[in-house]
Every structure is written in structure tokens, then in C-alpha cells.
């Protein structure tokens, strides 16, 4: 008896360690001047990356990506990437010029502020099909290289970072062009799931 007993004892400490372990994905650490939760990089309008943050060359999402519109070509559908790594340099340029051109308040819209792009992490793309560039990606929407990359791009182990009807929790109106890299077994349950990166680590 004394020995079930402490059978069980081990058995619930164990259980609970496991569990506690299990909860810590949530947690958000901070090194090297960018946020984390259970070490995906985490960047949107509460987290900013610092403006000296480079990251490595992130091979395994380039060569997803590559792999992902190769896989494309061969079904039928033109995939071009149209934006990639961008510094908080590149950003802010950017950023300003939306600004100059649409106002503060519009630019903030659809553009993020520097140090808010997930751009800045090399795990973001821009992709879009033949004909579309920065300026008319929003006509990405309409081609079926678009409905592709929605049902595809998770077997990849990208999402669609802000997908349509979930504006408010991250913040970011619809980006079908814009896809974040977090690796497939993520990315799958992303979407199974029908989350944001938001939702998923509990972070709203
Ligand atoms: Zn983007």
C-alpha cells in the first residue's frame, strides 16, 4: 500500500512538472533586444524589435519559401516575392514616406511604424503573383495565386500573419501577401486552429 501510494506521488509530481512545462510557451523573454515566446520572435504592436537587431540569415524560412513556390510553379501558380528582410533603417524610410504621403494616422493603418515590422526579423514576406508590386499588392487578394497561398502555405510552415476578420487582435488590416515563417508543426496548428500568432501564445 505504502508503495502505491508513493507510486502515485511520483506519478503526480511528475504530471504536474509536465504541465508546468506545458504552460511556460506563454511566457515572453526578452534577449538580444527582441521579445520571445517559446523562442519564436514575437514582433507586432506591443513587442518592437530594437533598431540594431539584424538576425541570422534565416535559412530554414528561405528555404521553405523556396521550396513553397517551386512546389507552386509546378501546380499552376506564379508566386513572386516582393518584399523580404527589411532593417529598421529600410522601415522607417518607408514608414515616412506613407507618412508624408497619407498622414500619421492612415500610414499607421497599413504600414508598421519602425521596429514594429516583423520585416526587421527575416521571417517575414511579402509574396504576390506576376504583374502586382508594392504599390498594387492589395489586387493580391483577387488572384488565385492568393487562394493557393491560403490553403498551402501552412504545409510550408508559413500563416498568413494577419488574416481578414481578425483586424482587431492584431491590429493589422488584411495582408493576404504578407506571410510570417514559424516552422510547420506551428503553422499547422495555427491554422487548424483558425489562430493568429496572437491568440496562439495567449499574448491579447
Ligand atoms: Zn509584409
Same mark, same amino acid.
Given at each position: 500500500?505504502?508503495?502505491?501510494?508513493? *507510486?502515485?506521488?511520483?506519478? %503526480? %509530481?511528475?504530471?504536474?512538472?509536465?504541465?508546468?512545462?506545458?504552460?511556460?510557451?506563454?511566457?515572453?523573454?526578452?534577449?538580444?533586444?527582441?521579445?520571445? !515566446?517559446?523562442? &519564436?520572435?514575437?514582433?507586432?504592436?506591443?513587442? =518592437?524589435?530594437?533598431? /540594431?537587431?539584424?538576425?541570422?540569415?534565416?535559412?530554414?524560412?528561405?528555404?521553405? #519559401?523556396?521550396?513553397? $513556390? =517551386?512546389?507552386?510553379?509546378?501546380?499552376?501558380?506564379? #508566386?513572386?516575392?516582393?518584399?523580404?528582410?527589411?532593417?529598421?533603417? @529600410?522601415?522607417?524610410?518607408?514608414?515616412?514616406?506613407?507618412?508624408?504621403?497619407?498622414? #500619421?494616422? @492612415?500610414?499607421? +493603418?497599413?504600414? *508598421?511604424?519602425?521596429?514594429?515590422?516583423? &520585416?526587421? %526579423?527575416?521571417?517575414? /514576406?511579402? !509574396?504576390?503573383?506576376?504583374? #502586382?508590386?508594392?504599390? $498594387?499588392?492589395?489586387?493580391?487578394?483577387? +488572384?488565385?495565386?492568393?487562394?493557393?497561398?491560403?490553403?498551402?502555405? &501552412?504545409?510550408?510552415? /508559413?500563416?498568413?500573419?494577419?488574416?481578414?476578420?481578425?483586424?482587431?487582435? +492584431?491590429?493589422?488590416?488584411?495582408?493576404?501577401? &504578407?506571410?510570417?515563417?514559424?516552422? @510547420?508543426?506551428?503553422?499547422?496548428? $495555427?491554422?487548424?486552429?483558425?489562430? %493568429?500568432?496572437?491568440?496562439?501564445?495567449?499574448?491579447?
Amino acid at each position: 500500500m505504502k508503495k502505491f501510494v508513493l *507510486a502515485v506521488a511520483i506519478f %503526480t %509530481t511528475i504530471y504536474s512538472f509536465k504541465n508546468k512545462k506545458k504552460e511556460k510557451r506563454n511566457t515572453v523573454m526578452k534577449r538580444n533586444g527582441a521579445y520571445y !515566446v517559446n523562442n &519564436h520572435i514575437i514582433v507586432n504592436r506591443d513587442y =518592437k524589435v530594437c533598431p /540594431f537587431y539584424i538576425p541570422f540569415p534565416k535559412l530554414k524560412a528561405r528555404n521553405a #519559401l523556396k521550396l513553397m $513556390i =517551386k512546389d507552386a510553379r509546378n501546380q499552376g501558380f506564379q #508566386l513572386i516575392i516582393i518584399s523580404g528582410f527589411r532593417s529598421y533603417l @529600410k522601415q522607417m524610410r518607408l514608414f515616412n514616406m506613407y507618412v508624408r504621403r497619407d498622414g #500619421l494616422e @492612415k500610414a499607421k +493603418t497599413y504600414s *508598421a511604424e519602425p521596429g514594429y515590422s516583423e &520585416h526587421q %526579423t527575416g521571417l517575414a /514576406f511579402d !509574396v504576390a503573383s506576376p504583374g #502586382l508590386d508594392e504599390s $498594387i499588392k492589395e489586387q493580391f487578394q483577387f +488572384t488565385k495565386e492568393s487562394k493557393w497561398l491560403q490553403d498551402n502555405a &501552412h504545409f510550408y510552415g /508559413f500563416i498568413i500573419r494577419y488574416p481578414k476578420g481578425k483586424e482587431d487582435i +492584431t491590429e493589422f488590416m488584411y495582408e493576404p501577401w &504578407h506571410i510570417r515563417y514559424v516552422g @510547420k508543426e506551428d503553422a499547422m496548428e $495555427i491554422v487548424n486552429k483558425n489562430l %493568429t500568432l496572437e491568440e496562439y501564445f495567449d499574448l491579447i
